[in-house]
């Protein structure tokens, strides 16, 4: 999606007042270790305020942006972290200068927003009609104020092309990932990954944790026997073979695993199974039908079936989407 191939991805950060510390910090620490595999960096990562003026944050500083808005101009790709005050999160309302740059910025490049950000993106009218999620505990305002978005604030973040939300803090790295992992396959996607001691995916369909009873104390917890299925995700695995391994009842089981993952187990398993799947059909040449069955979907119209719902795309066609392509081998004296 770079304008210049020959040249780093721009990332343009919008730093407002009242700016979530973490969340403007994720895109320069995400996308600043991108690298390829001859150590070149795959984006530049640039932060601006209205007026390059200086913002101040809640955690008791400031920061002072090198850039104005106009850098949007420039801008690949254009985030806006999340914000703990202001009139969008208060009267759904930013300022002229603002909303007529995040517009224009909307017609030519991508657009994300990290948590509250999404407030921001509504005022400015980019998600009318668009599905888009937020911080689960600023939905119900959300709502009220902006009627016409498809808010789903039960998801850690929303990819819808050219316009992209999250939900709170460290949901905004998930998505970070998820981009970088778009833009260049899962190999880049985890080498950042493992760079900021982070997990290298967590679908972007699963449950925010949103505040519920906790799990009871102790050693009962459905934890050992999550990591018990993911190294056995090509074994069939009924549900009463793992609640058996957790030692409970299936109902117990059934209740217990949706409290610590949002997930039923079948659900969790399917969507362990999927970035398998994916992981396999990335790095690998195994045919579609051997990753079937290493995937526990014993065949390649199951897989073709999960992994369509989960993507929309059939899995050769995932394969040569997300595997880049080896380089050419010039001929002898070509």
Not at 77 to 101: M, N, Y
Not at 311 to 327: C, D, E, K, N, Q
Request: hydrophobic share 40%; net charge positive.
């Amino acid at each position: 999606m770079c304008k210049n191939p020959a040249m780093a991805h721009r990332i343009a950060v919008v730093a407002l007042d009242d700016f979530a510390s973490l969340d403007l910090g994720i895109p320069g620490q995400v996308f600043w270790v991108a690298e390829d595999d001859r150590r070149r960096r795959l984006y530049e990562v640039v932060t601006c305020s209205p007026g390059g003026r200086p913002v101040r944050g809640g955690a008791g500083y400031s920061v002072v942006p090198d850039h104005d808005l106009s850098v949007l101009a420039t801008a690949d790709t254009v985030i806006v972290p999340g914000v703990h005050g202001g009139t969008a999160l208060t009267e759904g309302t930013v300022d002229g200068e603002l909303r007529d740059a995040l517009r224009e910025a909307a017609g030519r490049s991508r657009v994300m927003s990290i948590c509250t950000g999404a407030f921001v993106l509504a005022a400015a009218g980019l998600l009318d009609g668009r599905p888009a999620t937020t911080h689960w505990r600023n939905a119900a305002r959300f709502r009220s104020l902006f009627p016409r978005v498809r808010l789903n604030p039960d998801v850690l973040f929303i990819d819808d092309g050219d316009l992209l939300t999250s939900a709170g803090v460290a949901a905004g790295i998930d998505l970070c990932l998820h981009v970088v992992r778009r833009d260049h396959g899962s190999a880049v996607a985890n080498q950042v990954a493992r760079r900021c001691v982070m997990p290298p995916w967590r679908d972007g369909g699963q449950a925010q944790f949103i505040e519920r009873p906790l799990p009871s104390p102790g050693g009962n917890g459905t934890a050992p026997t999550r990591a018990w299925m993911l190294e056995r995700l090509g074994d069939r695995l009924d549900l009463s073979e793992q609640a058996g391994h957790a030692r409970m009842s299936v109902r117990t089981f059934t209740r217990r695993f949706r409290e610590e993952t949002g997930l039923s187990p079948a659900r969790w398993l399917t969507r362990q199974r999927v970035e398998l799947a994916r992981h396999l059909l990335e790095t690998t040449d195994l045919p579609v039908d051997q990753v079937a069955v290493r995937c526990g979907f014993g065949s390649a119209v199951s897989l073709r079936q999960h992994l369509h719902a989960a993507v929309g795309v059939a899995p050769l066609t995932y394969r040569h989407t997300f595997r880049p392509s080896p380089p050419a081998v010039p001929s002898p004296g070509g």
